[in-house]
Nanobody, 126 residues
Framework: QVQLVESGGGMVQSGGSLTLSCTGS????????VGWYRQAPGKEREGVSC????????KYSNSVKGRFTISRDSAKNTIYLQMNNLAPEDTAVYYC???????????????????WGQGTQVTVSS
């Protein structure tokens, strides 16, 4: 069964850090572009970060650039999102998504993923 599972969300104070994990099962993430997205209450889902199939290209939204880092661990079939210096405006449900044919880190909003995870809640208190 093809599945993406996020973990690592939680509640932190402003200025704190969290690392989110996105683990694939039933397929090899190395062959896919993988993105992290987030959706806050009452807001549209936004692309936060993306890593290319080969891992040589990473993209970040302006709102997280310099604070978040995306990375791959091929041995664990997992994508990470290290989030530092978190702020209350980072509060959202975070999703990972993977795609090949219609997804590209170079595309606006990273294109169209094929697989989505269930999401993990991140709450940052002031």
């Amino acid at each position: 069964q093809v599945q993406l599972v996020e973990s690592g969300g939680g509640m932190v104070q402003s200025g704190g850090s969290l690392t989110l994990s996105c683990t694939g099962s039933g397929f090899i993430l190395d062959y896919y572009e993988v993105g992290w997205y987030r959706q806050a209450p009452g807001k549209e889902r936004e692309g936060v970060s993306c890593i290319s199939k080969g891992g040589d290209t990473t993209k970040y939204s302006n709102s997280v650039k310099g604070r978040f880092t995306i990375s791959r661990d091929s041995a664990k079939n997992t994508i990470y999102l290290q989030m530092n210096n978190l702020a209350p405006e980072d509060t959202a449900v975070y999703y990972c998504a993977a795609g090949r044919t219609h997804m590209s880190c170079a595309s606006p909003r990273y294109g169209i993923p094929h697989y989505w995870g269930q999401g993990t809640q991140v709450t940052v208190s002031s």
